[in-house]
């Protein structure tokens, strides 16, 4: 167990509708990021907050936007979902920027 | 662009051996190098982290490498188990004002026969 939670577990929705991701790091981590994984692709970074502030972003689409909440929690929020959209989505979490991350257990989200 | 390449992309060892999974980058500029282990279905796990100035770095029985004028890197790992079946991603870190941003490889896919 990383310390790393993050829900729903599993997410099945369809074409056009918008959902939730919700992370929780470990406690003391100010570091928070959202990957994608899908099995063409592999793993690909999103977008990175630290402290509340945005810091980074990778290959996120402008249908996808993310936060970082005062209590540290971080939330992706999907729209517009297409199909190609399902994908295992992971949040992790680093005390500082550039230390190690440590991996939730992932959302799976199945988009029909 | 920003690349990494891993060879090879699957490995099929017996219970005992030895092996090395290899990393090639093309990042610019370099800020660090993490070998991830991931077994299927859940969150990756961080096994080793390498800055520019450092050449080895090992965890039990993984061992990383690192050449940053060739730009490879290498994971041994010693004496396997059925347990180090799993998939093995290189991920290598560019800076951008003070952040990091992470490119990842495919990984290569390690089973582990008894």
């Known amino acids: 167990d990383s310390g790393v939670t993050q829900t729903p577990k599993h997410l099945i929705t369809a074409t056009g509708q918008r959902v939730t991701l919700r992370c929780s790091p470990r406690?003391?981590?100010?570091?928070v990021y959202w990957y994608q994984q899908s099995l063409d692709q592999g793993l690909q970074f999103l977008i990175q907050y630290y402290n509340g502030e945005e810091r980074a972003k990778g290959n996120i689409l402008e249908r996808f936007s993310a936060q970082q909440f005062p209590d540290l929690h971080s939330e992706l929020n999907l729209s517009s979902l297409e199909l190609g959209d399902s994908a295992l989505y992971f949040c992790?979490?680093?005390?500082?920027?550039?230390?190690?991350?440590?991996f939730g257990p992932g959302t799976r989200l199945t988009v029909l | 662009k920003n690349q990494v390449e891993q060879s090879p992309q699957s490995l099929i060892i017996l219970e005992g051996k030895n092996c090395t999974l290899q990393c090639n980058y093309t990042v610019s500029p370099f800020s660090n190098l993490r070998w991830y282990k991931q077994d299927t279905g859940r969150g990756p796990v961080s096994l080793t982290i390498?800055?520019?100035?450092?050449n080895t770095k090992s965890n039990g029985r993984y061992t990383a490498t690192l050449d940053a004028d060739t730009k490879q890197s290498s994971l041994h790992i010693t004496a396997s188990q059925l347990s180090d079946s799993a998939s093995y991603i290189c991920v290598v870190s560019t800076t951008s004002g003070g952040s990091y941003i992470p490119t990842f490889g495919r990984g290569t896919s390690l089973i582990v026969h008894p």
């Open positions: 390498m800055t520019f100035s450092e």
């Open positions: 406690s003391g981590d100010l570091s």
């Open positions: 992790a979490s680093s005390a500082l920027l550039a230390e190690t991350q440590y």
